[in-house]
């Protein structure tokens, strides 16, 4: 099989969603009907001996939510479907963040009786901005719900974009009869029940036929009555606005109950894009090139607590991986020859020997590569977008014991590694200090600390309030601020400096000081390559 082959296979997509619109259920009924699984974990049973496939951490098992973004991978018809579940909850927003910069679509899920709520709104800006084609499923029709139409109408006032229907609802809640595929005419009969398996036994009907006007009744005309207003009022489906991020096709179902799946895992193989070129410092790459290239987007440790385990999920940009070949780290020049690189269905891994531009490879790894990391065959190439976003909330990491200071510092190294908190060395030594976007990340990093490396801690309030990383142009000068500020300078997990604030007018006083300091609100990993234009 040829590259330019394989690369057409790929489709590579994210899910997001605010949280508790069904994202993660969704994604275990995906890789149910894909056949990957055969039974579908619910992430509600918290108390239950079954889990979401999808969500492999002792917390996200115990709360029922997601806190980290988890990958899978399956076969569907002759596609490869890289499947990336993300966190919803905004206080986990960074790793959603750079999960995005490594997809080709997005799947947006966005509960019936909520509509677009806020962390979806905030996720769609940074598709829009990426230009990534979204399609939507909108869940819980079996609850009741709010108007179908309206839910389509907010779609597109508050997210920009043009929304067309592939299915429609008849009825919602008790009434809720089935969805009605508006492109071959033909309804899927809903009968409820989780665990019923996506064995394609569905009831399809005929929607003209008389028979089955008169079973559904009134809610069959209601819905009839509403795709005609519907289809009056949105364009016809231009598969060109979809892939520019222009048109979003809209689905109904309830995940939960394994219904309207099957329509929306079909769309993705007929309509998701292939891998496409990617932007790079140097130049633009094309998938179909012969020669490797990859960007390590997202860490995790401890995925197997028994093996203390850091894998590097590297998205492969162009060319074919092979196990064993030589690969260049740019950032540092070191060569390294994988052997023991994984593919993933959440936490159970494979072997793998070969993997083409779109997939998502795991890669052991042991403090060499770090978030943002360009791999190549040699070439000096760095891609770019991988975001880091300055903490809103701070605070001092204190333990009991002395005696687990080795364990507490290795714990927030790997962790900060991985993205899921920020770790600050004061420039005049003392305590570490943790920036987070939201509360509920501390939690999380003290639950790890304490599960994972056998340290419990104390989280402290710090006095700072804000971090804006700092460049020069004049490598002297930012010698000097560093020295002038040392008290309020620390280092971050890739030694940046950032300057620590108490609050907004000491910044501003520093700014109007030090003219010559650039201080950043977003970081890239690219050499301390900053994008400027987005921290607005």
Not at 17 to 28: Q, R
Not at 85 to 94: A, K
Request: proline letters at 5%.
């Amino acid at each position: 099989m040829t590259i330019a082959h394989e690369v057409e296979r790929r489709r590579t997509f994210a899910i997001i969603s605010h949280p508790d619109a069904g994202k993660t259920t969704l994604t275990e009924k995906l890789l149910l009907f894909a056949g990957a699984i055969q039974i579908a974990g619910s992430v509600k049973a918290r108390k239950a001996s079954r889990h979401a496939t999808s969500d492999w951490m002792e917390i996200e098992k115990q709360r029922g939510i997601s806190v980290a973004s988890s990958v899978m991978q399956i076969e569907y018809r002759d596609c490869v479907v890289n499947l990336l579940d993300t966190p919803g909850h905004q206080d986990f927003s960074e790793d959603t963040y750079r999960v995005l910069t490594a997809v080709d679509a997005a799947l947006m899920v966005i509960d019936a009786a909520n509509g677009v709520e806020a962390q979806t709104l905030r996720l769609l800006q940074v598709c829009r901005a990426r230009n990534t084609p979204i399609l939507t499923f909108i869940n819980k029709m079996d609850r009741e719900v709010r108007d179908p139409v309206d839910l389509v109408d907010e779609i597109e006032r508050t997210l920009g974009m043009a929304a067309v229907p592939f299915t429609w609802p008849v009825g919602m809640g008790k009434s809720f009869h089935g969805v009605y595929d508006l492109r071959n005419h033909r309804m899927r009969v809903f009968r409820p029940g989780a665990d019923r398996l996506a064995s394609g036994d569905d009831e399809m009907v005929d929607v003209d036929d008389p028979a089955i006007a008169e079973r559904f009744g009134s809610e069959l005309e209601q819905a009839r009555n509403e795709i005609e207003l519907v289809r009056g009022a949105s364009p016809e489906f231009d598969h060109a606005a979809f892939l520019s991020g222009k048109q979003t096709p809209v689905f109904f179902g309830s995940a939960i109950n394994n219904f309207g799946v099957h329509e929306v895992l079909d769309a993705l193989a007929d309509l998701a894009p292939a891998p496409s070129p990617r932007a790079a410092i140097q130049r633009v790459v094309a998938p179909q090139e012969g020669k490797f290239t990859g960007v390590v987007f997202k860490i995790q440790a401890n995925m197997d607590p028994a093996h203390r385990d850091r894998i590097a999920f590297v998205r492969v940009c162009s060319g074919q991986f092979e196990r064993g070949m030589r690969l260049t780290v740019v950032r540092n020049g070191k060569v390294i020859r994988p052997g023991s690189v994984v593919s993933f269905l959440s936490q159970r891994r494979e072997l793998l020997e070969f993997a083409f531009p779109g997939d998502i490879i795991g890669i052991p790894n042991h403090g060499t590569l770090q978030l943002g990391d360009t791999l190549t065959e040699g070439e000096d190439l760095q891609f770019t977008g991988l975001p880091f976003f300055a903490p809103e909330i701070f605070q001092q990491v204190e333990i009991a014991d002395p005696m687990r200071a080795k364990q507490l510092k290795l714990g927030l190294a790997q962790l900060g590694e991985e993205g899921a908190i920020q770790v600050f060395r004061p420039h005049h030594g003392g305590a570490l200090l943790l920036g987070a976007v939201g509360q509920l990340q501390f939690e999380v990093v003290a639950h790890r600390l304490q599960h994972e490396y056998g340290v419990p801690a104390r989280m402290a309030p710090s006095k700072f309030r804000l971090a804006r990383w700092v460049t020069c142009d004049d490598p002297k000068e930012l010698t000097r601020f560093i020295e002038a500020n040392g008290h309020r300078v620390a280092y971050d997990a890739v030694d940046a400096p950032t300057f620590l604030a108490t609050a907004n007018a000491e910044l501003v006083v520093t700014q109007e000081l030090w003219p010559k300091i650039r201080f950043h609100a977003l970081r890239e990993h690219a050499g301390l390559v900053f994008q400027q234009r987005l921290e607005g």
